[in-house]
């Protein structure tokens, strides 16, 4: 029986990459200097540090520019509140959200039993949900459905078996 996988994943190496260009874009630009500007990667944990608020809202910019040109999606970033650090200075975390939430998998099942065609079956497992159909156009009716919802959260379609 033909089926895929719905998951929210992101490449770790491309959000690297664009946390690299940014921390360069930084080093290099004339209203970042003697701001102590920085932008640290650790794990899916992004923290940005520098000397006031309007500077911490032109690094979340050229962070974004950056992610968005090496294809991470904007939809699975979430910031934290902005925190005053030491030496009158600000900092903030951002953290890439990924895995679908046991939420967010309630509101796939329920959006596939509504709008997908008859016979279309999902179910949860763990972090994916997993879509079954014994017609292959379904199933890609059911991801036209899928990428056309906005449910605040990037999704792939995976594991496409026939």
Known sequence: ???????????????????????????????????????????????????????????????EEKLVKRGVSLKGLDYGDVQEATGNTVRQVATIAVGISSDKAKEINKMIKADAPKGVQSQVQGDTVRVTSKKRDHLQQTMQVLKGADLGISLQFTNFRD
């Open 1 to 63: 029986m033909p089926s895929f996988d719905v998951v929210s994943e992101v490449d770790r190496q491309e959000v690297r990459n664009a946390v690299d260009q940014a921390q360069r874009e930084v080093a290099n630009r004339f209203d970042f200097k003697n701001t102590n500007s920085s932008i640290e990667l650790n794990d899916l944990a992004i923290t940005m540090h520098t000397a006031s608020e309007d500077r911490l809202a032109a690094l979340r910019v050229v962070l």
